[in-house]
């Protein structure tokens, strides 16, 4: 009996048939071209790659020495701000960052005007703030308005031109907080605040193009899926002509 139910037994790992050691090893080799071609390409990208600083960061890294030892002048601490917004404008930034940074954009902002126009700035900052609390909805014209006042003095005041996005990013962001001067904190985290956001590893398989896309999201979205489809194709085809080499019909 137990002779008997040993010759149902199937095993995929352990074929006892010419056919089944086909299958089997034909499987292997097509799954082990799926996983080379899928996991190969992160591998070789990880290989290939190389940090890449956006342009803010490398305008932030020219000034921070003297913005971090109070020795800046108007035009560094202008660059300074602009660095520090482009930060701003990203998506996936951390509650604590955001707040180290806005303190940061708000002190250039600050820093930029005559010391007699200070207070004024200083006001209208609170003001703003006052209002963006009290409001209920973000379509209020007297929110709309002061958004759009603020926008334009201090994206000026930054050097951005008039069609800069980042613009709409500077009354949102300001704070009085730290105003005066950049906390112990933000001394110590900005740089690496910047360097987590505006350096990002590229490599040659991100940077060209290929019928027109990026290689990497060629490879990733049309060159993989038609490979599975062939893999599959070719899986048939072999089986087929060793069904026949074999003599066996479905």
């Known amino acids: 009996m137990k002779d008997a139910e040993n ?29 080379i071609t899928i996991f190969g390409f992160q591998i070789a990208l990880r290989v290939m790659q190389k940090p890449t600083p956006e342009p803010s ?4 890294e020219n000034v921070w020495d003297n913005i971090s030892n109070s020795t800046a002048t ?18 996936a930034i951390t509650h604590d960052e955001r707040v180290i940074l806005s303190e940061a954009m708000s002190w250039s902002v600050y820093k930029l005007v005559p010391d007699s126009l200070q207070p004024g700035v ?9 209002l963006k609390a009290a409001i209920s909805n973000i ?30 990013v500077i009354p949102i962001e300001l704070t009085v907080n730290n105003i005066e001067s950049l906390s112990d904190a933000s001394v110590h985290s900005l740089p690496s605040i910047m360097e987590k956001y505006l350096v990002h590893n ?8 290929f019928l027109g896309f990026p290689f990497h999201y060629f490879y990733t979205a ?4 038609v490979l599975f489809v062939g893999l599959c194709w070719i899986y048939c085809v072999r089986s087929d002509r060793r069904n026949k080499v074999l003599g066996i019909e479905d």
Do not use: C
């Open 7 to 35: 010759g149902y037994h199937i095993s995929f790992f352990k074929p006892t048939t010419e056919r089944a050691r086909f299958n089997r090893n034909l499987v292997v080799w097509l799954a082990s071209v799926w996983f």
């Open 57 to 60: 960061f490398t305008i932030f």
């Open 74 to 91: 108007e035009g560094e601490i202008r660059q300074f701000g602009f660095s520090v917004l482009s930060v701003l404008g990203k998506v």
């Open 122 to 130: 200083y006001a209208e900052m609170q003001d703003f703030a006052a």
């Open 139 to 168: 379509s209020d014209e007297e929110y709309i308005e002061a958004k759009q006042f603020l926008s334009d003095k201090y994206g000026n005041l930054l050097g951005l031109s008039p069609y800069d996005p980042r613009r709409i």
């Open 202 to 209: 590229q490599s040659v398989l991100t940077d060209i193009k």
């Open 222 to 225: 049309v060159f993989l899926l």
